[in-house]
């Protein structure tokens, strides 16, 4: 079947060169209406077809996956026998070729999905924008076909695979992918759409209107990728962070920031015809952002945590990304004569003036982190020597940074558009100042003082919080007062009928929770590394963690990840003289391919991985780590015997001789070195996320019937406006 | 399985064809006479139901910023009398391109076998309209 996907790849291929060529053929021959828009209507069904034989290619390499089929090379090379089920399904995307198929099926599937949704619509930016879409598949596909086969068959198929890399069994590691190729390749969309209505020079906000969702999408898609990665980060690498300024991780918060001051800005350009360049330049650069984050990830340009992506794609995507950049500039300043704002900036104190407020900020956030992720390859090229930033240098230019931001977040939600009065401003601001001043007072006395920037976080992410609740009681009080609902009946009616408004409302709050939740995690953890025997104890923050006993598992251990031998600990954490948790970390030993470490200890020769064990609540989490010590002299006479005395190949006499090793571990335990984190707050982190996703969902979320609510809207603006009337106008 | 390979392979080449030279098929067999002005047409009424749809948005807004307390009762009369002069000149471009398209179209229907049926969405909305209004007639419906 390696061929059937590879034939796959070359039918994409061909899709792809078909399409641009129809899509611009359509647009810019000279022909009839019927005979452009059949050559541009066959070149939206070449992105339809696209995703079908991707969708095929996709399923025959799962499949492949899934029946240990290791004549694959690439499921040879990130598959076994002994990864479970539930990770063999997702490891399509731990290999450099799985994940270019992947990338080159969300894209083929979005596109699908936006020009089903604008057919009829936008025929002048719609052929370039198919053009601009095929152009970029084509290039993922040639990527595979040239570079990187996914169907590359092993003849003869080795009996085993090298397995997946321990580090991504990991339950989220399973979505964390799709959702972050999913963000990218969505930014894809309004990208190709901006430029198509710059190529067609029809910059109104039509362009905008149909991609809003799409943006947004992206922006949602390309958060929750980075929360699951940072919970990866959090739960799995033993270090207890979850942020770490890794270029990967700074390459998909890049495209997010810019995407963020996007789906602002946008709102802008859509009420007041403002920011046109703007908009242009934002969704522009989010594309090429979104690209580049492929190719950090991809290329392994720069070292980073994420290893497994390494590879020699640098030269493709640098060409790629120097057209992407170069056709930006030049779109933008060629049709700047279009892009001329419509209306002026009525008052500095509108929200209008927020969102430009926080669009700068964003933008320099964007710019630091940019900075930062590239100044190894920036010094490299100057003087060639490749220095690198660490987190002190990102924190001191992106803390005051997010300060203001946050601010902006809390601000933003009260001012009007358009124009707002100062004493109605103040009469808003008040409450939420005078809660934050509460807090912040609060906070001095009860002695938290050492960290101002995150005593500054707490109070403005409580200002925030408090102009969210006001505004939502504020609406529904409203609503209550005209229509005489019920409180819960008001409020969800309110929602329903201002999703954008609300679901951003949300998204505001849940990105406060998150900041202060990094502020506290970040400001305020205590962390300890110590080597404890059985029975011995140590002091974490305000809590004592006691080594209560050992643990040994020989296979299927509680993590499930099929680690060979999974030794951990029990400990007991107690707070004020009281057991307050049970806590059981370990750490998996897994197989290696390494014959030459004897034929017992290739079981548990690979890169062992901890399972990391917590306590988590609303204040803070205890997090534990163990690294148990198997290369005592006792533990490692058990395994030089068994090399000498069990034949390769015999796997059960070798995981008997295993059994031995953990009993003889478990009675004669060696101390273990143990990472223990008192981390308060950080649950907020998650919620908070979970909290904006919420919101996003809300807002992009489409009405029940926006035609009919179209159709109202109409009768009864053109009713009122025709008599007259004064009331105001409702949908 | 090579030979169970190959036949998917090129029956998948099949459907592909099939898919993508559908339009071009289409259009060398029923030749499509719909004038480009038509097809214009519809575009612009699509982008001004849109423009439409943007100021009720912005009407809507307007509304709950005032009855929240952020807007000035005269501030709020300003936009508002703004936004509704914007979608009446809105209002006014919307029929007079549906007349357009309503002159245009029995003259494309003559002897032509149609391949879609452009002026639905606005035949809906038109309907709409008159539904919306009948119900707006018994009761009338807050911003909020």
Not at chain 1, 175 to 185: A, C, E, K, N, Q
Not at chain 2, 114 to 124: F, I, L, W
Request: charged fraction near 15%; include cysteine.
């Amino acid at each position: 079947m390696a061929s059937l996907g590879y034939a796959c790849l070359l039918l994409t291929l061909a899709l792809c060169g078909y399409g641009v060529v129809a899509a611009l053929y359509g647009a810019r021959a000279q022909l009839g209406a019927g005979a452009a828009a059949s050559w541009v209507e066959s070149a939206r069904r070449a992105v339809y077809a696209l995703a079908l034989v991707l969708s095929v290619a996709m399923a025959v390499l799962e499949v492949a996956f899934l029946r240990n089929d290791f004549s694959f090379y690439t499921v040879a090379s990130s598959s076994s026998r002994t990864t479970p089920e539930i990770y063999r399904a997702a490891a399509i995307w731990a290999s450099q070729e799985g994940s270019l198929l992947l990338w080159s099926w969300l894209l083929a599937l979005w596109s699908s999905l936006m020009l089903f949704l604008v057919r009829n619509r936008m025929r002048e930016a719609t052929p370039y924008a198919i053009a601009i879409l095929l152009a970029l598949a084509g290039f993922f596909d040639a990527l595979m076909v040239f570079y990187a086969n996914p169907f590359k068959a092993l003849n003869p198929a080795p009996a085993e695979g090298a397995g997946l890399d321990p580090l991504l069994r990991f339950p989220t590691m399973m979505i964390h992918p799709p959702m972050l190729y999913s963000g990218y390749t969505l930014a894809m969309v309004p990208f190709a759409f901006g430029a198509g209505a710059l190529i067609a020079r029809r910059v109104d906000a039509q362009w905008i209107r149909m991609t809003r969702r799409f943006a947004l999408a992206s922006w949602m898609f390309l958060g929750f990728g980075i929360l699951l990665g940072a919970r990866w980060s959090f739960s799995e690498l033993g270090w207890g962070g979850y942020w770490g300024w890794d270029p990967v991780e700074n390459a998909a918060l890049m495209p997010w920031l810019t995407g963020t001051a996007f789906i602002h800005s946008i709102m802008i350009q859509e009420k007041r015809g403002m920011l046109k360049v703007w908009n242009a330049a934002l969704v522009l650069a989010t594309g090429t952002l979104a690209i580049m984050g492929t190719f950090l990830v991809r290329s392994g340009v720069l070292d980073s945590i994420h290893a497994f992506g390494a590879s020699t794609l640098g030269v493709p995507f640098v060409a790629l990304i120097a057209l992407l950049i170069g056709g930006s500039i030049y779109l933008v300043v060629s049709r700047r004569d279009l892009l001329h704002s419509e209306h002026r900036l009525d008052s500095l104190l509108s929200r209008e003036s927020a969102f430009l407020a926080n669009n700068v900020v964003l933008v320099g956030l964007c710019f630091v982190v940019f900075w930062g992720t590239y100044f190894p390859l920036i010094s490299k090229t100057l003087n060639g020597q490749q220095a690198s930033v660490g987190a002190p240098w990102f924190d001191r230019y992106t803390v005051p940074l997010a300060l203001i931001l946050v601010a902006l977040t809390g601000i933003g939600p009260i001012i009007p558009w358009r124009r707002a009065s100062a004493a109605a401003l103040r009469r808003h601001l008040l409450g939420p100042l005078l809660l934050a001043a509460l807090l912040l007072v609060v906070l001095l006395a009860l002695g938290v003082r050492s960290h101002p920037a995150a005593l500054t976080m707490f109070a403005l992410g409580a200002f925030v919080l408090a102009v969210v609740v006001g505004e939502i009681a504020r609406g529904t009080s409203a609503r209550m007062a005209v229509t005489r609902e019920s409180p819960p009946a008001a409020l969800l009616a309110l929602i329903g009928r201002s999703r954008r408004r609300y679901g951003g409302y949300l998204v505001h709050a849940g990105v406060a929770l998150l900041l202060i939740g990094v502020a506290g995690s970040s400001s305020f953890q205590h962390q300890v590394e110590h080597d404890l025997s059985v029975g011995q104890s140590v002091r974490v923050g305000g809590d004592t963690v006691r080594y209560v006993r050992p643990t040994a598992a020989l296979l299927n251990g509680p993590d499930h990840t099929g680690a060979t031998l999974n030794l951990g600990a029990v400990l007991e954490v107690r707070s004020h003289g009281r057991r307050v948790s049970l806590l059981h970390p370990s750490e998996g030993f897994y197989s290696s391919d390494e014959p030459s470490q004897g034929s017992v200890g290739y079981l548990i020769g690979g890169q062992p991985v901890s399972h990391v064990a917590m306590d988590a609540g609303l204040t803070g989490d205890v997090w534990s780590a163990i690294e148990p010590n198997i290369h005592t002299p006792a533990l490692q006479r058990v395994i030089e015997g068994a090399n000498r005395i069990v034949p390769a190949g015999h796997l059960e006499e070798a995981l008997v001789a295993l059994t031995v090793l953990a009993r003889d571990y478990l009675r004669n335990p060696p101390p273990a070195q143990f990472n223990l984190i008192s981390e308060p707050l950080v649950e907020w982190i998650w919620l908070g996320g979970i909290l904006a996703l919420i919101g996003a969902l809300i807002a992009i979320w489409p009405g029940p019937r926006p035609l009919r609510a179209l159709a109202r809207a109409g009768a009864l603006v053109a009713r009122r406006a025709r008599s007259g009337e004064s009331e105001p106008v409702g949908a | 399985m090579q030979a169970l390979a190959g036949l998917l392979a090129v029956l998948l080449v099949v459907i592909v064809l099939a898919i993508v030279s559908g339009p071009l098929r289409a259009h060398l067999l029923v030749r499509d006479r719909r004038s480009a002005s038509l097809s214009s047409d519809e575009e612009a009424l699509r982008r001004l139901e849109a423009e439409r749809e943007a100021r009720y948005r912005e009407l809507r807004d307007a509304e709950l910023d005032y009855r929240t307390g952020k807007l000035r009762s005269k501030d709020y009369e300003v936009i508002r009398e703004n936004l509704r002069r914007e979608a009446l000149a809105i209002l006014d471009a919307i029929e007079a391109t549906r007349a357009r398209l309503a002159l245009a179209a029995p003259a494309a229907d003559q002897g032509v076998e149609r391949r879609s049926e452009p002026a639905r969405p606005s035949a809906d909305l038109e309907q709409g309209d008159r539904v919306a209004e009948q119900q707006h007639r018994e009761q009338d419906r807050p911003a909020v």
